[in-house]
């Protein structure tokens, strides 16, 4: 629609700041995500929906595929999503993956370290 | 014809005087948060005072990365909402009720963020039906209590849909988050509503959340 107004402007003094404008604009929306967020929060508004709204199973498959794109795409996966899937993997009673994962969050986000510390107390101090 | 030109001619005026006004005005700052090195954020479920239950979740379902791409280490929603409940806290009016230092104890975040939803869902006029959001977001400083941010959030899906209309910038980024949706039967209106309500709100150019840490290290 602002396009059409666009084009029908017949004074170009008018046209070129608001092409311009709305480049900008258009270059602004287009700017990728600085994380890769992925079906994060589908699967969380999916997880909060109801118990049996999604299964552990599904949810790790959706985030595992996701930390995959993400590399793919040389992007770093969003915060928070390999804490998730901790808690995916300890809740299921594989204390091995959930704390492989706290680690890699850590390492990644090392401001997850207290967090982590406290929440997956359990996990952290599991040896295999 | 001539009236045609007329009208476009103005409409074309009205335009650009937006897009002058947008850029123009000056955003607001927010010192308390600039002062206090804010990284990680716990987001606590939010008290909603709506007659719409599941605006509670959906909400919680969508502040994450809205919050991320602005630059903060968002604790994970899920696992926090699920260790609050583990230790005896179902309710999210219970959750706002916690005292800062039992939550320092337990997550040590910089900054908590605190919402009232006092709307969510659908409004029903005359010929017309549209979602609707109400909401107050505030950040308050961990260590002191201070408010360090706050946002009054007010989403009208009618705004919206002119402005999609326009294949604007709105119209770019719900589509963005609808290629994002897993295939599934669930409803999906209010999640994308709700994507879009907090990515608008946060992204404010006038009273959005200030850029934060993480993008500011990332971008040196």
């Known amino acids: 629609m602002i396009w059409c107004v666009t ?30 967020w992925g079906d994060y929060e589908p699967v969380l508004y999916r997880f909060y929906e109801s118990e049996e709204g999604i299964s552990h199973q599904e949810q790790i498959e ?7 794109k993400a590399q793919s795409e040389g992007k770093k996966i969003a915060p928070g999503i390999n804490l998730h899937l901790a808690m995916l ?19 990644l986000y090392p401001m997850s370290g207290q967090f982590s510390e406290k929440v997956f107390a359990k996990v952290l101090a599991w040896e295999g | 014809m001539g009236r045609l030109n007329k009208l476009s001619r103005s409409a074309c005026a009205l335009a650009v005087l937006a897009i002058t006004l947008v850029a123009c005005a000056e955003p ?16 606590l479920p939010p008290q909603n005072n709506s007659p719409e239950i599941e605006g509670t979740y959906t909400f919680l379902s969508t502040i ?13 929603v899920g696992v926090v909402d699920s260790y609050i409940k583990a230790n005896g806290v179902t309710l999210p009016q219970e959750m706002n009720q916690i005292p800062l230092d039992k939550l ?10 605190y919402t009232d939803i006092d709307y969510f869902g659908q409004k029903f006029a005359l010929i017309d039906s ?31 849909r002119q ?48 850029v934060g840490p993480l993008r500011q290290t990332q971008e040196q």
């Not at chain 1, 959706?62 to 995959?68: A, K, P």
């Not at chain 2, 320092?104 to 963020?113: G, M």
Request: aromatic share 8%.
């Open chain 1, 7 to 36: 084009l029908s402007c017949k004074q170009k003094i008018r046209r070129l700041p608001l092409a311009v404008g709305m480049a900008a604009l258009a270059a602004a929306c287009a700017t990728p995500t600085h994380f890769h």
């Open chain 1, 62 to 68: 959706l985030l595992l595929n996701d930390i995959d």
């Open chain 1, 89 to 107: 993997y300890a809740d299921m009673g594989d204390m091995a993956s959930a704390k492989r994962f706290v680690e890699i969050e850590r390492e």
């Open chain 2, 28 to 43: 607001m700052r927010f010192e308390a948060l600039e002062q206090v090195n804010s990284v990680r954020i716990l987001v």
């Open chain 2, 64 to 76: 994450s990365k809205p919050l991320g791409e602005r630059g903060y280490y968002v604790y994970p």
């Open chain 2, 104 to 113: 320092n104890a337990q997550f040590a975040p910089d900054a908590i963020l």
């Open chain 2, 130 to 160: 549209y979602a609707y959001i109400d909401a107050n977001l505030e950040l308050v400083d961990a260590a002191t209590g201070n408010t360090l941010w706050q946002k009054h959030m007010v989403y009208d899906e009618r705004q919206n």
């Open chain 2, 163 to 210: 402005q999609q209309g326009d294949g604007g910038a709105l119209g770019q980024i719900i589509g963005a988050v609808l290629v994002q949706m897993i295939a599934s039967a669930m409803d999906d209106k209010f999640f994308n509503t709700s994507s879009m309500a907090n990515m608008t709100a946060l992204n404010d150019p006038i009273n959005g959340l200030p």
